[in-house]
């Protein structure tokens, strides 16, 4: 089953000094708020949270919901905003994939791609046995979810008291820690230039097609920046 | 619960997991020093650089509420805490949400 070990090693990962845990409950309790101004009750709320684990999916949904969506529209807009999850997941699972591990723990343990585990796993695989990474990212993934969910409890049980300058830091919050994140992570060739052409281009291409800029500019930012990196190599 | 929500909620997780599941699917057959990892490493680096971008400069949601200036401001100054503070990921984060709510407020 799930090593013990390298499980809770993952699941620590949130209490270390540059942990997501500050910034994903804050972000979790801004989305628990706004879940309950949609008319959620709190089982929803913590449903959704579990379930989904990916906050532009959430206000995507959120933000359907208000202008009255239907399903197929809500699945679509959702679809296309987390495909950026694809390219992740992919970059991911080859540095955990082992042959004694049974493929389960790899479908079920994919539920945790989000950012903040992504960016934790990216920066620690090489410190954990490849056998045990599987172990050691769900670990990372419970942990994180496990944050989400109180955040998104406090979030839904304290929105009376949340005013609008306190929504707006709680929001600010999560873009903040991630471009750090993104920043401290960049130390190759192809990262780097990686951060940098999608920061350039995602707000441009936004300007010509908002639904499918995120990924236009992933794929362009991304391809030059290999290509780049590859020259540079060679 | 409500129908309507929880079908919402179910059709937005289906959504959201097809991508991971058909990342972890596919990636069974890439080897992670081959070309085609190192290519998807950097899509996934791009795709979620445009993701932050975007978030800061076409907010969705509360952000909405502040300028463009202040969001800004606020990204900048928290950039400057974070390499004067030798990459601590903590320090600029608190700071951004207070440096918000003061710069919204007073300026």
């Not at chain 2, 076409?58 to 300028?67: E, K, Y």
């Given at each position: 089953m799930i090593k013990k070990n390298f499980f809770f090693k993952g699941y620590r990962s949130?209490?270390?000094?540059?942990?997501?845990a500050i910034a994903l409950t804050c972000c979790f309790i801004a989305i628990g708020a706004l879940f309950k101004n949609l008319g959620f009750n709190i089982q929803e709320s913590i449903f959704s949270t579990v379930l989904t684990y990916a906050l532009p999916g959430s206000l995507v949904m959120a933000e359907s919901m208000l202008i009255g969506a239907s399903l197929l529209n809500i699945f679509l807009a959702v679809w296309i905003v987390n495909a950026r999850l694809y390219p992740m997941a992919v970059s991911l699972f080859p540095l955990m994939?082992?042959?004694?591990?049974?493929?389960w723990k790899y479908y079920f343990s994919?539920?945790?791609?989000?950012i903040s585990a992504w960016l934790i796993m990216k920066s620690n695989y090489k410190n954990i046995p490849k056998k045990h990474r599987i172990d050691y990212w769900i670990g990372i993934g419970s942990a994180t979810v496990s944050v989400s969910v109180i955040g998104t409890f406090l979030g839904f049980s304290f929105s009376e008291h949340l005013n609008k300058d306190m929504m707006l830091g709680l929001a600010i919050l999560n873009p903040v820690y991630f471009l750090c994140m993104m920043i401290g992570a960049s130390k190759t060739t192809p990262v780097t230039l990686s951060v940098l052409f999608g920061t350039i281009l995602g707000p441009i291409i936004y300007l010509l097609s908002p639904e499918w800029s995120i990924l236009i500019a992933g794929i362009i930012g991304g391809t030059l920046a290999y290509l780049v990196g590859e020259h540079s190599v060679s | 619960m409500s129908a309507n929500i929880v079908y919402a909620i179910l059709v937005t997780s289906l959504a959201t997991f097809l991508s991971r599941f058909l990342g972890a699917l596919t990636s069974?057959?890439?080897?992670?020093?081959?070309k085609l990892f190192k290519w998807f490493n950097c899509l996934a680096y791009a795709t979620l650089a445009a993701l932050i971008a975007r978030t800061i400069i076409?907010?969705?949601?509360?952000?909405?509420?502040?300028?463009y200036y202040s969001r800004s401001i606020v990204v900048f100054l928290s950039l400057f805490v974070f390499f004067i503070s030798k990459?601590?990921?903590v320090y600029p984060t608190i700071f951004s949400a207070i440096c918000m709510a003061i710069i919204n407020n007073y300026i």
């Open positions: 949130i209490f270390t000094h540059d942990s997501p994939m082992h042959k004694s591990q049974p493929k994919c539920h945790f791609i989000a | 069974e057959g890439i080897k992670e020093t081959s076409f907010p969705a949601g509360v952000l909405v509420d502040a300028s990459k601590n990921f």
